[in-house]
C-alpha cells in the first residue's frame, strides 16, 4: 500500500511562506495526489489536486497564494503557500488515490477503497 509522509509544516506569522512535501515509496505510479486540510470542529477541505497527467484543482480559496507540483516519477507532491493568512492554520493532510483517472479536490474517489491518507502536518499562521 502507498504509504504518504508529509513534511515542511511549522509556524508562521500571516504574509509570510511555507513549503510542504508528500512523499511516497510506493513502487507505482499513484495518479491522484492532493492535499486537504483539517482543523477542529471543521469538515476536511480539499486545497488542491494534481493528477499524473498534470491535470490541476486547485481551492478557489488559495488560488493565487498557493502553488502546487508533483513529480510523478518519485510520488512526490509539494505545496508551496504563500501570503499566508491565519485562516490557513489547519493540519495538512496529503492523500492518494490509485486506479482512477479523476482526480480534483471535489473527487469521491478520495471517499474510496483506493484512498490513502498521510498522518498530516501542523500549519499555524498567526497574526
Known amino acids: 500500500d502507498p504509504h504518504l509522509v508529509e513534511s515542511g509544516g511549522g509556524s508562521v506569522q500571516a504574509g509570510g511562506s511555507l513549503s510542504l512535501s508528500c512523499t511516497s515509496s510506493y513502487s507505482w505510479d499513484i495518479p491522484c495526489m492532493a492535499w486537504f486540510r483539517q482543523t477542529s470542529g471543521k469538515e476536511r477541505e480539499g486545497v488542491a489536486a494534481v493528477h499524473s497527467d498534470g491535470t490541476i484543482s486547485i481551492a478557489d480559496s488559495v488560488r493565487g497564494r498557493f502553488a502546487v507540483s508533483r513529480d510523478k516519477f518519485q510520488n512526490t507532491l509539494n505545496l508551496r503557500m504563500n501570503n499566508l493568512e491565519p485562516e490557513d492554520t489547519a493540519k495538512y493532510i496529503c492523500?492518494?488515490?490509485?486506479?482512477?483517472?479523476?482526480?480534483?479536490?471535489?473527487?469521491?474517489?478520495?471517499?474510496?477503497?483506493?484512498?490513502?491518507w498521510g498522518q498530516g502536518t501542523q500549519v499555524t499562521v498567526s497574526s
Open positions: 492523500a492518494g488515490v490509485l486506479y482512477t483517472r479523476v482526480c480534483t479536490i471535489a473527487s469521491a474517489q478520495f471517499e474510496s477503497k483506493d484512498a490513502y
